[in-house]
């Protein structure tokens, strides 16, 4: 059974720093392309961020110099680097397969509120 588990959300003021974590059970991590999708209050899941098992990475334009995906093989864990943050910013943020996520794989998310 997959299971993917989030963390390291949490409040922030606008400019600040913040770094998720997705460990990863399951699944063979190494051989899998992840990203790091969002989802604000009334809006649909985006995804911002993904990197796949040979190393190639992309970032939506909104996030671009301000977020770095990356992921460890050995610990089957993706993370998040968010610096810069912008009250926009401000979403449930979950780790999947992408950049097609796998419906059943979502896990319970991690919040991240940017304040101005």
């Known amino acids: 059974q997959v299971q993917l588990v989030e963390s390291g959300g949490g409040l922030v003021q606008a400019g600040g720093s913040l770094r998720l974590s997705c460990a990863a059970l399951?699944?063979?991590?190494?051989?899998?392309?992840m990203g790091w999708f969002r989802q604000a209050p009334g809006k649909q899941r985006e995804l911002v961020a993904f990197?796949?098992?040979?190393?190639?990475?992309n970032y939506a334009d909104s996030v671009k110099g301000r977020f770095t995906i990356s992921r460890n093989n050995t610990k089957s864990t993706l993370y998040l680097q968010m610096n810069s943050l912008k009250p926009e910013d401000t979403a449930v943020y979950y780790c999947?397969?992408?950049?097609?996520?796998?419906?059943?794989?979502w896990g319970q998310g991690t919040q991240v509120t940017v304040s101005s």
């Open positions: 999947n397969r992408a950049p097609t996520a796998i419906s059943n794989y």
């Open positions: 990197i796949r098992s040979g190393g190639t990475i």
């Open positions: 399951g699944i063979y991590f190494r051989a899998a392309d």
